[in-house]
């Protein structure tokens, strides 16, 4: 079974900081994709990042970039240059693409990200 | 478009109701799928469909029916609430198996006393 770790409940971080938030997953299968999704408070999910596991390069959008170490199973997200609309629960979430991924995403806790003025 | 809406935004249930929460998009996607977010949690997987006719149980399925009789349409269904389905539900779709981006609605949060 797949399982993914995010070890950091929470972060305060200064405005206009880069922050790294860690994931860390689990799984025997070598065909599988991560993702990022940013939660605000209105409650919405929305999908910031993508990354295959046969993807050679690292995934980049816009201020965010994946930090994907496949030896290390891990799939740290990078915001550059911070801002106080980033203060949201961030959730990694990976998906096997074997039979197209028909079994979803698994998710991991969130960390939830306060930026400061 | 409107992307995938659900109905209701909230509801509060008595023990042993029943409900139908409603999911549509007008995306033209063929996988839908439905997940659960409790405190402290990440979404787990319901129940989901790859097409109309066809739909398959996720990582918790219990207490919880679905049908997909429409591309547009996969409504979940409570079939006797309990306190313990207490949460936000999210329906997602995607265009087809293996596309790398689910759409997510804007969730239903379910109250059951």
């Known amino acids: 079974a797949q399982k993914i770790t995010q070890t950091q409940p929470g972060m305060f971080v200064q405005e206009k900081e880069a922050v790294t938030l860690d994931c860390t997953y689990d799984t025997s299968d070598p065909s599988y994709g991560l993702f990022w999704y940013k939660q605000p408070s209105s409650g919405e999910m929305i999908f910031l990042i993508y990354?295959?596991?046969?993807?050679?390069q690292n995934a980049t959008e816009g201020r965010y970039s994946l930090n994907f170490q496949k030896a290390r199973k891990s799939a740290n997200l990078v915001i550059s240059a911070s801002q106080l609309g980033d203060s949201a629960m961030y959730f990694c979430a990976m998906r096997y693409l074997r039979g197209g991924g028909a079994d979803g995403l698994t998710f991991g806790k969130g960390t939830h990200l306060i930026i400061q003025p | 478009n409107a992307g995938v809406t659900q109905t209701p935004k909230f509801q509060v249930l008595k023990t042993g109701q029943s409900m139908t929460l409603q999911c549509a998009q007008d995306m033209n996607h063929e996988y839908m799928s439905w997940y659960r977010q409790d405190p402290g949690m990440g979404l787990r997987l319901i129940h989901y469909s790859v097409g109309a006719g066809i739909t398959d149980q996720g990582e918790v399925p219990n207490g919880y029916n679905v049908s997909r009789s429409t591309t547009e349409d996969f409504p979940l269904r409570l079939l006797s609430a309990a306190p313990s389905q207490t949460s936000v539900y999210f329906c997602?779709?995607?265009?087809?198996?293996?596309?790398?981006?689910?759409?997510f609605g804007p969730g239903t949060r379910l109250t059951v006393t």
């Open positions: 990354q295959g596991s046969y993807d050679q």
């Open positions: 997602a779709s995607s265009y087809q198996l293996g596309s790398y981006e689910q759409y």
